[in-house]
């Protein structure tokens, strides 16, 4: 599977972006899918994950209620709506394919990886 995310920008803080990967080469509904960030100086860290059918959604608290993750499989996409962003929103966002239909949190579940698109938010 290869991924390929776009979407990143510069954006202040209070504004919105949405984040989209393109999945290409295997069924891409076999997978469950994950956004993970890594800002600055820290390690890469999960953001959202969506499991195969959309039933099943996870966040991490930091973002839960401000972000919305979905997925549209006869597109072969799945989504990162970020609304309301702050500053420590700053990373960059990598979409990834995990070896599960479900929806992971850990990093070391997830398989496929795309080359990561920067998100700048300004205070």
């Known amino acids: 599977v290869q991924l390929q995310a776009s979407g990143g920008g510069l954006v202040q803080a209070g504004g919105s972006l949405r984040l989209s990967c393109v999945a290409s080469?295997?069924?891409?509904?076999?997978?469950?899918m994950g956004w993970f960030r890594r800002a600055p100086g820290k390690e890469r860290e999960f953001v959202a994950a969506?499991?195969?059918?959309?039933?099943?959604?996870r966040y991490t608290d930091s973002v839960r209620d401000r972000f919305t993750i979905s997925r549209t499989n006869a597109k072969n996409t799945v989504e990162l709506q970020m609304d309301n962003l702050k500053a420590e929103d700053t990373a960059v966002y990598y979409c990834?394919?995990?070896?599960?239909?479900?929806?992971?949190?850990?990093?070391?579940?997830?398989?496929?990886w795309g080359q990561g698109t920067q998100v700048t938010v300004s205070s």
């Open positions: 080469g295997r069924p891409f509904s076999f997978y469950g």
């Open positions: 990834a394919a995990a070896n599960t239909a479900w929806a992971p949190a850990r990093e070391n579940e997830y398989v496929y």
């Open positions: 969506i499991s195969w059918n959309s039933d099943r959604v």
